[in-house]
């Protein structure tokens, strides 16, 4: 079983739509949760990442952490066709696993206008 | 301007041939990372340094080596590529305190013959 599991999509929304992207996860030493967005034939760029439990938004993302579930979401509110990609979760430790970023496979997002 | 380079960025070998990929930074980074992407399968870590002379394997180190001589510099050696090592290679790099941000490359892409 992968650390990380990830839904590779591909996922394809009309424009404006709310969008859900999520990642279960098996590690119960991750503290980290991040997300990255990448670009075809760019490399991943950090959106957002959260500290333990809980929500963060910045903007029209929403990062959610459940750590009781070992679940983590990404909400996307009023999707533009400027943010088709694809969507990588990772997460880390720290302590003797600390130098780990562990990835998830990453979901295509597709949004049509 | 703050970035992080891969050399080369393109690379057809034959199995075998000795290889490197150079990644230099000019961030004052302590962590640099190595990560091959593969479709269905994400970003997968291959070495980690967190400072100059500290290496260590991430998930995926088989049939790697790294260096860190130099804390701008951290370079992939592949000594005797295989097929099975065709994939998408990325560079990364990130303040040490701070490894949820990492500043990612534009990718080296490698086929091996």
């Known amino acids: 079983q992968k650390e990380v599991e990830q839904d590779p999509g591909p996922l394809s929304v009309p424009e404006g739509a709310i969008v859900s992207l999520n990642c279960t996860y098996s590690?119960?030493?991750?503290?980290?949760f991040m997300w990255y967005r990448q670009y075809s034939r760019k490399g991943p760029e950090l959106l957002m990442y959260t500290y333990s439990s809980g929500n963060k938004e910045d903007g029209r993302f929403t990062a959610q952490v459940d750590k009781s579930s070992k679940y983590i979401s990404l909400f996307i509110r009023d999707s533009q066709p400027s943010d088709s990609a694809t969507y990588l979760c990772?997460?880390?430790?720290?302590?003797?696993?600390?130098?780990?970023?562990?990835f998830g496979q990453g979901t295509e997002l597709s949004v049509k206008p | 301007e703050a970035q992080v380079t891969q050399n080369p960025r393109y690379l057809i070998t034959v199995t075998g041939k000795k290889l490197t990929v150079t990644c230099s930074q000019n961030?004052?980074?302590?962590?640099m990372s190595w990560y091959r992407q593969d479709p269905g399968l994400g970003l997968r870590q291959i070495y980690y340094?967190?400072?100059?002379?500290?290496?260590d394997k991430g998930d995926v180190p088989e049939g790697y080596k790294v260096s860190r001589k130099e804390k701008r510099n951290f370079p992939l050696i592949l000594e005797s590529p295989s097929p099975n090592q065709t994939s998408l290679y990325f560079c990364a790099s990130s303040f040490l305190a701070d490894r949820e941000t990492q500043y990612f490359g534009p990718g080296t892409r490698l086929l091996v013959l």
């Open positions: 340094s967190m400072n100059v002379e500290v290496t």
């Open positions: 990772a997460m880390s430790a720290r302590g003797n696993q600390g130098g780990k970023l562990i």
């Open positions: 961030m004052n980074h302590e962590y």
């Open positions: 590690n119960s030493a991750f503290q980290y």
